[in-house]
């Protein structure tokens, strides 16, 4: 959803001498932000609302621009504007064919069939299966795409088709591939070009992205400008300053992240889901926690409102259950039966007769942010009747304790794939099954939902009335814009500048010939 700031007074703005119009304030709440005062400025008039010829964004020089090497959320912000991929999600999680012409799907859901558009490159090559295969192989030895790949056994040529082939029966494989594709030359470069709207242009006064004159794909972009401007910064108050005192027309931060700086001028501010996952999980070690009443009563004792708004400026969203709440996995009335209810946490820890228990609580304190969220934590459940003991451990240390169970409960946090896949926690040789969470009933949940999306809510009722899992958040990222520049931005998930190709994944599918 966009977020409009409020302005102060012109006297205001020259006491403080912002490059652009101050703000009034700037109040996060559990469901979002508060403005303050109605905007007093002149009102954008539709005419005002064409985006600008120029345009710049910020980026870091030094870091690399490939899509399976950069894990910064301020060059991925270029990727929607240089590269494709075979399907694209939107902000609601609705999947739209990008690359990918159309598609076919066995009888048994375990082999999927993809044939491309009569795409290009940037370079006018044409994009061919075999670029496909070799993006989505180098992605698979990704640390930020793996995740994805857990139950693929295979990805190959056939033809002028992709062919991928899974362990179990799968029924949203698309939205797992909104990865971007490269020529098969270039998957391993730190610059390499794509079949996107844009392409990096280099200079001897600095690099721009340069819109394609004859781009294959006629979509409509949020933005229009020609050449993109960009600014090589070095942090993130680099970014902000460049903002607030220059000519910058977007911004991208992580108010979830140690170096977020606040901004404190006039601008448009909207919200993009990033699919980072923050919850507690216990130890199966843990005398305290081998009480199931107790560990799934842990979901009442945290009052993730106050959490989204002390803690990430209402750049989250609050999760009951361990999916994001704009996905279609998301149950809101399953989700009401697990929300925060302190008196059903410290009924159940009186039940059980813990209050003079030591309970040790993990947390990475590499992670200032996360740190101080557990110390919240730790409020509420000592509130609870809890006799909490904080164990704060950093590098080599906690990796230690979190895999030999050194504690009793521990604040986790994890990227999801977009389908909202928890096999790697319930996976007995899962990369998530920290504290011996994996179980085989639960798994099998996992594959039953994979198979079935409609499935989601069994297993989320099985975890949260087991307390195999205690979610907490979703995060976001903060976008910043100039005000009434892009009247059309919908960021969406990895996609900060998302457009429609018009087509539908309905009408993408083909049927399958016996």
């Known amino acids: 959803m966009k977020r409009l700031l409020a302005t102060v007074l012109c006297l205001c703005l020259l006491l403080c001498g912002c490059g652009k119009s101050g703000v009034d304030s700037y109040k996060p709440t559990g469901d979002g932000l508060d403005y303050g005062p109605e905007h007093t400025g002149p009102q954008t008039t539709p005419e005002q609302n064409d985006t600008p010829e120029s345009f710049s964004l910020a980026y870091y020089k030094e870091k690399t621009l490939n899509p399976y090497q950069c894990n910064d959320f301020t060059n991925r912000a270029l990727f929607s504007l240089l590269y494709q991929s075979l399907f694209s999600i939107d902000r609601e999680y609705n999947v739209q064919p990008q690359l990918c012409k159309n598609y076919t799907v066995s009888q048994d859901m375990k082999t999927y069939t993809f044939t491309l558009e009569n795409a290009t490159f940037s370079d006018g090559k044409p994009v061919t299966a075999k670029d496909v295969v070799a993006s989505l192989t180098a992605a698979k030895e990704s640390d930020y795409y793996k ?35 490269l020529p098969e030359s270039q998957v391993g470069s730190e610059r390499p070009i794509g079949s996107g709207p844009y392409v990096l242009h280099s200079a001897a006064v600095g690099d721009s992205l340069q819109k394609r004159e004859n781009w294959w794909c006629k979509a409509k972009l949020p933005i229009n400008a020609n050449t993109i401007a960009l600014f090589a910064a ?75 708004k002390e803690f990430y400026r209402g750049f989250a969203a609050a999760a009951t259950l361990p999916a994001s709440p704009s996905s279609p996995y998301y149950s809101d009335v399953l989700a009401q039966r697990y929300s925060y209810d302190p008196g059903k946490f410290s009924q159940a820890v009186t039940m059980a007769n813990l209050e003079q228990t030591e309970v ?4 990475n304190k590499d992670d200032s942010l996360r740190l101080r969220v557990s110390r919240s934590i730790q409020k509420m459940l000592k509130d609870g009747g809890l006799n909490v003991t904080m164990k704060e451990l950093s590098g080599n240390s906690y990796l230690y304790a979190l895999k030999n169970r050194q504690y009793d409960i521990y604040l986790g946090q994890t990227r999801l794939s977009p389908n909202m896949d928890l096999s790697a926690f319930f996976h007995t040789y899962g990369e998530l099954s920290w504290g011996g969470v994996n179980d085989a009933g639960t798994y099998a949940l996992c594959l039953q939902a994979l198979e079935n999306h409609g499935n989601y809510f069994t297993l989320h009722k099985q975890i949260m009335d087991q307390g195999l899992l205690i979610p ?21 998930r990895d996609n900060l500048f998302y457009y429609s190709t018009g087509k539908t994944l309905e009408n993408a599918k083909l049927e399958t010939k016996e």
């Open 147 to 181: 995740g994805r790949f857990f139950h693929i056994n295979e990805i190959s040529v056939q033809g002028q088709s992709v062919i991928i082939t899974l362990n179990v029966p799968y029924e949203d494989l698309p939205m797992l591939l909104d990865i971007p594709i």
């Open 234 to 308: 070095t942090n993130a108050t680099d970014i902000r300053d460049q903002f607030e005192f220059s000519d910058l027309t977007l911004a991208c931060a992580d108010p979830g992240s140690d170096r977020y700086v606040d901004y404190r001028c006039d601008y448009e501010l909207w919200d993009a889901e990033n699919g980072t996952f923050l919850y507690l999980a216990t130890s199966k070690d843990s005398e305290v926690f081998q009480n199931v009443s107790v560990r799934s009563s842990l979901t009442y004792a945290i009052d993730r409102a106050t959490i989204v």
């Open 360 to 363: 040790i609580f993990l947390v």
């Open 472 to 492: 907490v958040l979703f995060r976001n990222y903060a976008i910043f814009t100039d005000r009434g520049v892009i009247p059309d931005l919908a960021p969406a």
